[in-house]
């Protein structure tokens, strides 16, 4: 059941590829509060992906786009003002990619152009996208911009590789755009870092079994899904939220504040009953 929440807003949807995706979870939620919107992802990820269902399900225009393309992102949002009648409210930034990690180079073995496409798609296209609707001038006053990050853009997580950096990229993005959209247009920019989520793209990091199982443990509320995230996402776009920015919204069961949980430590000691651990890593 909806709360109207998003009733007569606009928005941008950056990033649905399939009913696993975080911004298919979002497009849903925003079209039951009464948002209208469209959708954009890569030019082959319209074509083959299962996104035009997505579009046909809430008449949203389908607007392909390579997000590392200013000329793409501007058309973008000249098609999506064309097409839902004025300026926008709320842009999710839900993207990113790894060539270091879908081509298993590790971190102290990193390729550096695999790099520079890594930031350019994951974070710097955050830039580029906040840069052309500001000179736009797209967004209506008091409209809210979210990027999706993680808690690796702050410690260490084994296997996360180079996306870490991508994330500490984009929230620092997030504050340093975020205070000139404030000051200049009334506009919210935040980053919500989000609990490990089984997506496609996050089914590609080493690992990433054990590290949801383990963030499970170490988090007092348990992991948050994809759904979960989306009503948070909702929030952040509605009016409730109109005084936050410049912020990184841990939405993670509480993992982010946790140094050892009782379920965690039981875990590691059953460890040591079954076998030999090696230490190196």
């Known amino acids: 059941m909806g709360y109207n929440l998003l009733k007569g807003k606009r928005g941008i949807i950056f990033g649905?590829?399939?009913?696993?995706?975080?911004?298919?979870?979002?497009?849903?939620?925003?079209?039951?509060?009464?948002?209208?919107?469209?959708?954009?992802?890569t030019p082959v990820a319209c074509r083959m992906g299962e996104v035009v269902e997505l579009g046909k399900k809430y008449n949203a225009e389908i607007i392909p786009a390579d997000a590392t393309k200013v000329e793409d992102l501007e058309n973008v949002f000249d098609k999506s003002m064309e097409v839902l009648g004025g300026k926008i409210d709320f842009v999710l930034h839900s993207i990113g990619m790894s060539l270091n990690v879908r081509k298993k180079r590790v971190y102290h073995d990193l390729d550096y152009n695999y790099l520079s496409k890594t930031l350019d798609i994951s974070a710097i296209s955050f830039h580029k996208m906040l840069q052309v609707a500001f000179?736009?001038?797209?967004?209506?006053?008091?409209?809210?911009?979210?990027?999706?990050s993680y808690v690796a853009a702050q410690r260490v997580l084994y296997g996360y590789n180079d996306m870490a950096d991508a994330k500490a990229l984009l929230e620092s993005i997030g504050r340093s755009f975020g205070y000139i959209y404030g000051r200049e247009k009334r506009v919210r920019v935040n980053t919500i870092s989000q609990s490990p989520t089984v997506t496609t793209a996050g089914s590609g990091v080493k690992g990433i079994d054990g590290l949801i199982d383990f963030s499970d443990r170490m988090s007092p509320l348990g992991n948050a899904d994809a759904e979960e995230c989306a009503n948070y996402c909702v929030t952040m776009f509605s009016d409730l939220?109109?005084?936050?920015?410049?912020?990184?919204?841990?939405?993670?069961?509480g993992f982010s504040s946790m140094g050892m949980s009782l379920r965690a430590m039981t875990q590691y000691n059953k460890s040591f009953e079954t076998d030999d651990i090696s230490t190196k890593y």
Do not use: P, R, Y
């Open 241 to 253: 939220t109109k005084k936050v920015t410049m912020q990184n919204l841990f939405h993670d069961g």
């Open 16 to 41: 649905a590829l399939n009913d696993m995706s975080i911004a298919w979870k979002v497009a849903e939620k925003a079209a039951e509060e009464g948002a209208v919107f469209t959708l954009s992802n």
């Open 135 to 148: 000179k736009k001038d797209a967004m209506n006053e008091w409209g809210s911009v979210l990027g999706l």
